[in-house]
């Protein structure tokens, strides 16, 4: 099911969809760099792997640099412990890469 098929069995959940991810996407009062820092916070406490890697890569293709985001995964192990940073693995062995 492609995006143009669910856009005509609900087009108001596709707008809904497209208005959170410009919440995220989009510098506002916060950069957007740092928003998709907390989207991998958020990830990171529900152990969702791809979620933190997925929103590691949003943050960097945004600016953020090698030092922000080791000390958001720092903040995240302090807030979440050490299964929230088991969740941020992947991103940090992409991390170590660069």
């Not at 991810?21 to 989009?26: A, G, P, R």
């Not at 916070?41 to 949003?58: F, K, L, P, V």
């Not at 000390?71 to 991390?95: D, H, K, S």
Request: overall charge negative; proline content about 2%.
């Amino acid at each position: 099911m492609g995006q143009r098929d669910v856009r005509e069995l609900d087009p108001k959940a596709v707008e809904f969809y497209e208005f959170c991810d410009e919440v995220v996407q989009e510098d506002g009062a916060l950069p957007a760099k740092f928003k998709l820092m907390l989207v991998m916070a958020m990830g990171a406490q529900r152990h969702c792997r791809e979620c933190a890697s997925s929103a590691m890569r949003g943050a960097i293709n945004r600016g953020a640099s090698r030092e922000e985001l080791v000390e958001a995964i720092r903040v995240i192990f302090v807030a979440g412990g050490a299964q929230a940073v088991a969740a941020c693995r992947e991103a940090i062995e992409e991390l170590l890469k660069r």
